[in-house]
């Protein structure tokens, strides 16, 4: 991956034109005052700093040598979920900032200097220690190790028994659909969380090691219930050279339906609302490789020559998922006010729930206040991850949170 240091953001930095849009959602997207809200760091703390645009502010503290309180810049600094939301809206009224990419890059420079606060350090020591060979393997799966799909369960599946059971119930019906599905002999883990931390060469460690593990398996795909493996695989793993393509499991799920080879007959009568995890929506648009520099048009336009590519979002993962769920029989969908590349973070990206159990419990319980006034009887999501932070969080009288895999087996008989 190309190195790019925080000097390299200065000039991005200087181009913030402080318009806050960063903090919430897209402005014509808004419905109520509740949730207006995009990132929630800011949300959470009430300070400008928390904001992209603080953080644009503070990098240019830092590339200038000014004195900043390292306790304080420590604090600000790794709250960041990485969710993207700031990326996202930003874009809508400016094309040539990269609020995420930023963010990621002020964590990088403080572990650079050594500035790691300790949950920070502790969880990424815990992430090294379960190391690439963690999660679920092809014993586990009840699958070969060889095939044309290779499977990939996730980086917390095996977090949870019901969670690990449902991805292997999920992984043997994608069998029986017919797809020469494989799994890996030992255990995947992404890598991704390490990167959304600012940990860089911890991740090109273990991505290295793993697109050598898929190129070697000889598959031709890739497939996964995970939304942070699909991340990593879509959108990181091919800069670093990874050539077999990933599809997500609501992906693979919504085409088998299309086809008819994949019938889903029971009823399953309840009214659900969805969310969209970050990193299968607006962080999961594929890599573009790009070469090129920056310019100025007339020493005032900036640019970039030849034109860059521009991820806003909306080429994420978000039809497949409606459209399995449409496909359920007596199933209703009623949507959330924040959905598709607006979608509000469930609090569980960038190792924050360890790192800032406040503000990871503060973003899941706006997302389950948001469900709770779409007036759905359960909330539901599509990767492991998202399903863990979301139930983690519930307090009574929320919603419950059912994984989209769980609905798909029981419209299928799989009971």
């Known amino acids: 991956m190309k190195e790019r240091t925080l000097a390299d953001f200065r000039p991005m930095q200087e181009r913030c034109s402080n318009c806050s849009y960063c903090k919430f959602i897209p402005l014509d ?16 703390y009430n300070f400008n700093t928390y904001s992209a645009r603080g953080r644009f502010q503070l990098g240019v503290a830092l590339n200038r040598g000014e004195d900043v309180g390292e306790k304080d810049l420590e604090q600000v600094v790794f709250s960041c979920l990485s969710c993207g939301a700031c990326d996202v809206s930003c874009k809508i009224c400016r094309y040539n900032l990269e609020p995420l990419a930023h963010n990621i890059a002020l964590k990088e420079a403080l572990i650079e200097r050594g500035m790691v606060p300790g949950r920070v350090a502790e969880e990424r020591d815990r992430l090294m220690a379960a190391g690439a060979r963690a999660g679920l393997c092809a014993a586990d799966l009840g699958l070969p190790v060889q095939g044309e799909v290779l499977f990939l369960p996730g980086d917390r599946t095996q977090e949870s028994p019901e969670t690990a059971d449902t991805v292997c119930r999920a992984a043997a019906l994608l069998r029986r659909c017919g797809l020469d599905i494989a799994a890996l002999s030992e255990g995947f883990f992404s890598g991704a969380v390490l990167y959304d931390m600012g940990f860089r060469k911890d991740f090109e460690e273990i991505a290295k090691e793993n697109i050598a593990r898929i190129e070697a398996s000889g598959a031709k795909e890739v497939v996964t219930p995970c939304a942070d493996t699909f991340y990593a695989l879509n959108r990181l793993y091919p800069e670093l050279g990874l050539t077999v393509p990933v599809r997500h499991i609501t992906q693979v799920l919504a085409d088998l339906i299309a086809q008819g080879t994949l019938r889903l ?19 999961g648009e594929a890599y573009e490789p790009w070469e090129g520099e920056e310019k100025k048009i007339l020493n005032q ?3 970039w020559e030849p034109r860059r590519p521009r991820y806003i979002g909306n080429d994420g993962v978000y039809d497949a998922p409606r459209a399995v769920l449409r496909a359920i029989p007596g199933l209703e969908l009623a949507e959330m006010e924040r959905i598709r590349e607006y979608g509000y973070s469930c609090g569980e990206g960038a190792g924050i729930p360890e790192i800032d159990p406040g503000l990871a419990a503060f973003a899941a319980h706006g997302r389950l206040d948001e469900a709770k006034a779409s007036e759905a009887e359960q909330l539901v999501t599509a990767d492991p991850s998202s399903l863990l932070q979301l139930r983690s969080a519930r307090r009574d009288g929320d919603l419950p949170v059912t994984d989209l895999l769980t609905l798909v087996l029981a419209a299928a008989g799989e009971e």
């Open 29 to 44: 997207k808004i419905r109520s005052r509740e949730f207006a809200g995009g990132c929630p760091s800011i949300g959470y």
């Open 265 to 283: 007959t029971q009823e399953v009568p309840v009214r659900v609302t969805y969310h969209d995890p970050c990193s299968l929506g607006r962080k």
């Open 301 to 303: 336009v900036h640019t």
